[in-house]
Structure formats: structure tokens, C-alpha cells
């Protein structure tokens, strides 16, 4: 991401994202966010005020809203396979997007930030469930609970993809992600064949 087209705003969101992330919060400081985007301190904290407001802020930005309307509902062609596939490889790319948000999120959010992060995945679960539904009542999938099945779904996809986070000494397997994406959407389209 080039930084020299940003908005000073954008600027020290971005430093706060990829220093926090690499670094941690407790060993982030203002000064180095400020470096990184290229402006002063003062540039900073005229923005925010915190840097606990820096990183708010930048999870609210980055993270948790998912492109459903715009990138999926128009492609949908009501062939399982090929929705749950579409709506898989999204949540991956977006996830994937999002990752060094996600990842300071899961290492440091619970305990500095006030962040809600439930209202967007409880749309695309919401968005999922309805999604089952209209493929029961067209016949394309057997009488199941849609709400527990949106929900596996977006599990199942999320699991996958936070693998990534998961620090060893070398490669469970040779399936890419998105491949592991893949076989699990053929899974769940069969499982739900009537």
C-alpha cells in the first residue's frame, strides 16, 4: 500500500495496524507510529488523541464488515456448490484483507479495546441462514436448522483461515488454504444434497 496516497488519517491507521501487529501493542508508541506514516507526533495525537483511539479506530475500519450485498447477493446463481464457493472464497479474501487486524484483535483485544466486533458476522450468519432457507423452499437442500448450519459455515471458513495465525515448525499440509476452502464447501454441498 503506497502511503504517499493516503489521507494523514489513513496514514497513522495503517502505521498503528502493521506496527501494532508485528510488534504489540505495549511496545508500539505514538513516535513510532508517527515515523512510520511520516508525520509528527503531534500530527497523531491532533487525530486521535490515544493510542488506544488509533487502534479503535482502525479495527472499525478495517475489520468485520463484509462485502455480502455488493460482492455476492448480484452472483448468486441458487447452485449450492457454486454460492457456498463464492461466499467461502469472500469471507477468505476479505478475512485475508483484514488479517494483521484480526490478529491483533485476537492477541491483544479483549483486554485494551472497545471494539464490538458481533454486528457484522451476525449479518453474514443472518445472511447465510436466509440463504438455507430459500434453498429449502426451492428443494435444493434437505430440512435442516439453517441457523446452526450458517453458523458451521462460517466456522468451518473462519477456522480454516485463523490457521494461519497458529505459530509451528512446519506445514500440517500440503493444501493450500484455499484448496482446504474448497473441499470443504464440496463437503457441506453434499452433506446437504436432498
Known sequence: MQLESMSTKEKILYAAVQLVAEHGFKETTVKDIAQFAGISEMTVFRHFGSKVAIVEEAMRNYSFVYPIKNEVLNKLTWELETD?????????????????????????????????????????????????????????????????????????????FCGNFIPGNGMVTELTKLEAVEYGVKIFARGLKP
Request: charged share 30%; proline share 1%; net charge positive.
Open 84 to 160: 457456498l464457493l463464492l461466499i467461502a472464497r469472500m469471507y477468505y479474501d476479505f478475512n485475508k484483507k483484514n488479517e494483521k487486524v484480526l490478529l491483533i484483535k485476537f492477541k491483544e483485544g479483549q483486554k485494551l479495546f472497545n471494539v464490538d466486533i458481533s454486528e457484522s458476522p451476525r449479518k453474514l450468519k443472518e445472511f447465510l441462514r436466509e440463504y438455507f432457507d430459500k434453498m429449502h423452499d426451492m428443494g435444493k437442500i434437505i430440512s435442516t436448522n439453517n441457523e446452526a448450519l450458517a453458523l458451521n459455515f462460517m466456522n468451518y471458513n473462519f477456522g480454516n
